[in-house]
């Protein structure tokens, strides 16, 4: 029996899931969080084999010894994962320690984590990626921007999702982000007038693809999170071929195996000279996780599957089980609204038009609230029309 260490199996809260299908396909799955035991889900309690609780997931040390507990009484740990862009430097870090070969090492985390590390991988796919500048100085700065022009985009070489991310449109800005901003690395790049569209996919060991879908967001999730804003984005009915291009010569690029991914790409929403034509795809980032809160759900509405028992098959037998044919397919959409907004649809009025077609109603979380609002309604439909009318039904809002 295959040991699989599952770094955080408590959150976010639907990826016991993956443990489920773990445990169904006979590996002996072990966690590690900080959630005391009794607070545990009841179907996470039943998806692992054993669970050892740290005071804080924070502190290496404590890690590092429960991995070793784990190891010392059911062997050589084959597998370690949490499926979290925050972890997978720790993730790394405990697979160098203790040889653990189906994933990322710590050598590998620069071309993964650094954005400025990416671009290389990027071009070396054929894809194109905005003008950069590591963030030493002002005068550096202001030299690229006579380049660029306004307005640039500052955020972290090295971050998790939008925080910390600024649009600087004018001198006074950029002075007031260096009289603010703390002391990481930042990156700046041009401005890019463009749709974020991703490529989602769980690859295989030999870098093949299992399962392959993609989203697009309808708002910058920068915007969302500096302006509290609402949060709107959709899983393709199909994944547009021109995606899976670029999504299949990334995946090559960064020489991914045996990992769930998620990658990002803009689309131009008009020609800019420096990049290209209005709708020609750029490279944005990668992240080596599954697209974050609920979208693998999301995955599985529209897609009329079941990514975590496709990935747990990709982990215990390197293949999927389940047929990837003969299957509906739709939009499945996202709808993130802020409290405080007087909208025209209340609660009930939401859950009468569209009851049979919302597939999860839920309050987020006030760890994942920043960006994705803080009530979700989730609905598949069948066409761009559908869509359409879901989403100004959702967001008009009362003068």
Known sequence: MKNFVFISPNFPTNYWKFCAELKKNGMNVLGIGDCPYDELMPELKGSLNEYYKVSSLENYDEVFRAVAFLTYKHGKIDWLESNNEYWLERDAALRTAFDITTGFKTPDMQAVKFKSAMKAYYAKAGIK???????????GCKEFIAEVG??????PDNGVGASHTYKLSSDEELQNFFDTKDDQLYIMEEYVDGTVHTYDAI?????KA???TGNVTMDSIMETVNTLGNTCYYIEKELPERMRDVGTRTVAAFGVKSRFVHLEFFVLNRDQPALGKKGDILGLEVNM????????????????????????????FGYRTVPDEGHEHYYCCYCGRRDGKNFVMDHDAIMAKYGPK?????RIPKALSGAMADMMYLVNVSTEEEKAEYYRDLLECRE
């Open 210 to 212: 299992l399962f392959e």
């Open 203 to 207: 690859i295989d060991a030999e870098g």
């Open 289 to 316: 996780r599954p697209s974050g809160g609920f979208s693998a759900d999301m995955f599985n509405f529209a897609n009329s599957c079941d990514v975590y028992k496709i990935w747990a098959d990709m982990v215990a």
């Open 358 to 362: 919302i597939k999860m109603v839920q």
């Open 129 to 139: 990626t905005a003008r950069w500048h590591l963030v030493h100085d002002l005068a």
């Open 150 to 155: 306004y307005p640039v985009i500052v955020k």
